[in-house]
């Protein structure tokens, strides 16, 4: 009997590969872990766990310090605004740069940034004269980082692995994302309660150090829409491009409307969390990074089956991890108890993982190569949009209780849902 012929496909730089058949995991077809295979996406995945320590235990961190100096979640809300504001405006433009650069590149310059930005914040917290308006100020410089690095990172994914690989290495991405979810928290609510929050903003600002280092080995490849050069006239001309694109392509559109939806009414209430917990259950950090923890799991294993999954359905799944993120956030909003509460921020978790990676997953197959860094900075654009929610959800909790206010905000969400899963074919019938 002949043998079958491995199917060649095209990798990064127009190379030919080899597409090689699922891993075998005690004689069994196993998907999950396919992308391992490839060296360059292991060293990401390092950077990544070091990365997203700093990142998440910053907001974390930095949002109990808010909190603990102003005791308003107005002053929360503000701190997040702001640094949405400079996501927004600046997140079409780190598109630009993730297209017309090397994305390694990009990824390690704002890797430095954010190494200094926590490294200072350290500084005036162990010298004691740590204030609100140097918390607000991080928020800013931590929302450049945003706006500028990440559009260029996540789509760096669909250049390390082939093509057939491309949700699989997202999905792991993601993985590696929620362990910083579980961990950062933990590890940066224990470091503030016995170390402070000097020793606490050090161990990130080394994070990024390794972040930086674990991005050498991995090949550079070159800027895919091949223009490295230009001013402030060409990059406003290649962002009013990238959005003609996305405007002209139906399912980009749709996958990019879904997402900031969720992103405006499903997410806030993660940015209140810690606030949350102190006033609904009279706890301190520990709780607050507790909860955290147990949605970070739910993210985990949600990236763990969207990575084994087949190509099929997809759409659908895309609303329907909408709706497990806004059903934990209405019974976030209801629970009186503690032990009932912190299960729901595991299918929390899963709703918020697994809508992410499969946005993403699909806007980098969908997208073509010149336009994915501009697609993915529009994706990222949600972050901004979120931090804007963060800001409204706390205004509206000082008026009317964090309980109702998030209450209001997740029977909204599902409503945005129903919505788009009656009046989306586009979105149904996506595989």
Wanted: charged share 10%; aromatic share 10%; proline share 4%.
């Amino acid at each position: 009997m002949p043998q079958r012929q491995p199917l060649r496909t095209q990798g990064a730089g127009g190379s030919a590969r080899v597409a090689e058949p699922p891993m075998r995991v005690f004689g069994r077809r196993v998907r999950t872990f396919e992308s391992f295979r490839d060296s360059a996406f292991r060293w990401f995945f390092v950077s990544t766990l070091a990365q997203m320590y700093s990142a998440i235990g910053q907001m974390f961190v930095r949002t109990f310090l808010v909190y603990e100096l102003t005791e308003s979640y107005a002053a929360v809300g503000l701190v997040a605004l702001v640094s949405g504001i400079v996501q927004f405006l600046l997140g079409p433009y780190g598109g630009v740069l993730a297209d017309r650069f090397p994305k390694k590149t990009v990824t390690q310059v704002f890797q430095f940034v954010g190494l200094l930005n926590a490294f200072v914040i350290g500084t005036l917290a162990i010298m004691g004269i740590l204030e609100f308006w140097h918390l607000l100020i991080s928020s800013v410089s931590q929302g450049i980082l945003v706006a500028l690095m990440v559009p260029a990172r996540q789509a760096m994914v669909s250049e390390i692995v082939p093509p057939e690989r491309i949700m699989n290495g997202v999905a792991l991405n993601t993985a590696a994302m929620n362990m910083m979810q579980f961990g950062a928290p933990l590890i940066g609510g224990v470091l503030l309660a016995t170390a402070g929050a000097g020793v606490t903003f050090f161990s990130m600002a080394g994070c990024y150090a390794v972040a930086i280092l674990t991005m050498l080995p991995i090949p550079a490849v070159s800027a895919q829409a091949g223009r490295g050069r230009g001013g402030v006239r060409e990059a406003f001309r290649d962002i009013g491009d990238g959005f003609r694109y996305i405007a002209r392509h139906r399912v980009l559109r749709m996958i990019l409307l879904l997402a900031f939806f969720i992103s405006m009414l499903g997410t806030p209430f993660q940015g209140l969390l810690p606030g949350f917990v102190q006033d609904a259950f009279d706890a301190g950090p520990a709780l607050a990074a507790l909860f955290m923890t147990f949605s970070a799991i739910g993210a985990f294993l949600a990236a763990l089956i969207i990575a084994s999954l087949r190509r099929s359905g997809r759409g659908k799944l895309l609303i329907l991890m909408g709706v497990f993120l806004g059903g934990s956030i209405l019974g976030m909003a209801i629970s009186p108890w503690i032990w009932l509460s912190l299960p729901i921020m595991i299918l929390m978790g899963i709703g918020q993982s697994g809508r992410m990676a499969m946005a993403s997953a699909l806007i980098q197959e969908q997208a073509e190569p010149a336009y994915r860094g501009r697609a993915m900075s529009v994706l990222m654009m949600q972050f901004a949009v979120m931090q804007g929610g963060v800001f409204v959800l706390g205004i509206v909790a000082e008026l009317v209780g964090i309980r109702l206010a998030v209450f209001v905000v997740a029977i909204m969400l599902l409503g945005a849902l129903a919505l788009f899963g009656l009046f989306s074919p586009t979105l149904r019938r996506l595989q």
